[in-house]
């Protein structure tokens, strides 16, 4: 059975209609962690040249935000569900966390950005399908037109 | 805080050309189907004659083991195609199919019969990797450009280069994940002393 899934969430929408997927998969005993990989912020700067946040400090707030709100989802499903966020390249930090955490599936929604023939699949997908030992369920969300 | 509703999969639909790939996937899918208490459906698209199909598919179905509910079907015609027609007719929630296994230099992700199920469907479909195999695979002939993103082989475990924990990259994730945090800490300290 399936029993590591990582679950990727982004600010779209879309990837609120896995959730179901990720109840149905928790529901069978697997250990579901969802992940929101988030661009590293530079330092908040005024037009005067003056910082006013550091990338650290801010770094701090979206990962608390994150933090926040992925553990509000993650109390909404059932079962052995934690979270992570994560800072940089997407693909990259979802390959880490899928190593990190033994995954051996990822949740991934398809077809939310693009009506491009190669990107129906979406890089994140087209990125988990390379590697060997890595299931990927790919879901593609009702509201996607 | 309202619970999020279980996507209810209760008819899981396994395409089969009796191939090691699509072994893989009739397993995961017996697997799905045994801890959804969902019922397995296995189809197998034959291109012109085969006279061993009942036979192999009452073998494949026996492989899903005595607890699962098993309804089997075999036509002829397109595998995609009729894949795709047999998700639509018979009240399908989930798909489940094989990569054929393909690696090394192959430009091609999924098999193509996969690739037009994943695209032709709104089903969740659930691609499983083939297994690994056992030899690694001969090298790519020489004289063809290498696309690193495409030549990508799993690397061979080896001690990690900074906490000999073995890896297999040449430096393991959480030390590069240690550097990588000290290395933005390193710069945000020099910006700041650099700071008008």
Known sequence: MTKRVLVPLDTTEATQDILPIAAMLASTGAAVRLIHVASVPDNVVTPQGRTVAYADQEMARVQALWSDSLGDTAARLHGAVDHAVRFGDPIAEILAEAEAFGADTILVTTGTRSSVKRALLGSVAEAMLRRAGVGVLLYRAPRDP | ?196
Do not use: N, W
Not at chain 2, 9 to 23: K, M, N, P, R, Y
Not at chain 2, 152 to 170: F, G, K, N, W
């Open chain 2, 1 to 196: 805080m309202a619970v999020v509703p279980e996507y209810p999969a209760q008819h899981i639909l396994v395409a089969t050309d009796f191939s090691e790939s699509a072994e893989a996937a009739l397993g995961a899918a017996a697997r799905y189907a045994r801890a959804l208490h969902a019922r397995l459906h296995l189809l197998h698209v034959f291109s012109g004659e085969e006279v061993e199909v009942t036979r192999l598919l009452a073998d494949a179905a026996g492989k899903a083991g005595p607890d699962v509910g098993v309804t089997v079907a075999a036509t002829g015609g397109d595998p995609a195609e009729e894949i795709l027609r047999y998700a639509s007719r018979q009240p399908i929630d989930l798909i489940v199919v094989g990569t054929h296994g393909r690696t090394g230099v192959s430009r091609v992700l999924l098999g193509s019969v996969s690739e037009r199920v994943v695209r032709g469907t709104r089903c969740p479909v659930l691609v499983v990797p083939a297994p690994r195999p056992s030899a690694p695979s001969s090298p790519a002939p020489s004289g063809v450009a290498l696309d690193d993103e495409e030549t990508e082989q799993p690397a061979p475990v080896r001690p990690c280069l900074v906490c000999a924990t073995p890896s297999h990259d040449l430096i393991c994730e959480p030390c590069r994940a240690r550097i990588r945090g000290e290395a933005l800490a390193r710069k945000q300290r020099e910006e700041r002393a650099g700071r008008p």
